[in-house]
């Protein structure tokens, strides 16, 4: 079966830019997380939906950033404008209904985002 | 601050040897989990353990949980170089689901 499918892998951009990442869920999963991770702060919840309704967005660092999750299968976070500061690996996590409550989520491989 | 902190935070052993590292938390948990990371990829979860548990095993790994002193350990036995990794332990607050993670221990397994 695919797991969690983000892209993409790795971007590089200049400080100013947007950049739009994506991820698709594993299919019959009804949450999704973002997560990013630097060194210096480690893995941060930014967002999650439940049946594509944002549920808590309280770790989205501030107005740059957006999520949206149009369908059940597609999701993206976006920041605009994109900063030094925003340099990390964004991860995109699913969960089913009977297992997210037990704290178990199905991460894809992260989307390495470098702003120069 | 993170509601898991690992210790240590890196843990280097040599191929054979048991890796025990440890996890403490900040308020009331229903579980815990535990997660690898290898480098360069994303998170896989291993074992959870819930509140009313005290030791889980799940093939070489062993995860005991002290709700008293709201610690956690991971023991993994009989150590492979495949065990290089970074291990996360993870706790969802008694409401709501949002997994929060602790920062960490790197272990390097020589061969």
């Known amino acids: 079966d695919a797991g969690v499918i983000q892209s993409p892998r790795h971007e590089v951009t200049e400080m100013g830019q947007e950049v739009t990442l994506r991820c698709k869920p594993i299919?019959?999963?009804?949450?999704l997380f973002w997560y990013r991770q630097t060194m210096m702060r480690g893995l941060e919840l930014l967002i999650y939906?439940?049946?594509?309704?944002?549920?808590?967005d309280s770790g989205m660092p501030e107005d740059r950033f957006s999520a949206k999750m149009p369908n059940a299968s597609f999701s993206t976070l976006k920041i605009q404008p994109s900063e030094p500061r925003d340099s990390a690996v964004y991860f995109c996590?699913?969960?089913?209904?009977?297992?997210?409550?037990?704290?178990?989520?199905?991460f894809g491989e992260g989307s390495r985002l470098t702003v120069l | 601050s993170q509601q898991g902190e690992e210790d240590p935070q890196a843990l280097s052993i040599q191929e054979g040897e048991n890796a025990t590292m440890n996890c403490s938390y900040k308020?009331?948990?229903?579980?815990l989990q535990w997660y690898r990371q290898n480098s360069g990829r994303g998170l896989v979860h291993l074992i959870l353990?819930?509140?009313?548990?005290r030791e889980k095993h799940s093939g070489r790994l062993r995860v005991t949980l002290d709700t008293s002193k709201k610690s956690s350990s991971l023991l993994i036995t009989a150590s492979r170089a495949a065990d290089t990794a970074s291990y996360f332990c993870?706790?969802?607050?008694?409401?709501?689901?949002?997994?929060?993670f602790g920062g960490g221990t790197r272990v390097l397994v020589k061969p």
């Open positions: 996590a699913s969960s089913p209904a009977d297992r997210v409550n037990t704290g178990e989520l199905f």
């Open positions: 299919s019959g999963h009804d949450y």
């Open positions: 939906f439940n049946n594509n309704v944002p549920i808590d």
């Open positions: 308020t009331s948990i229903n579980n």
């Open positions: 353990i819930r509140s009313n548990e």
């Open positions: 993870a706790t969802l607050k008694a409401a709501g689901n949002k997994l929060t």
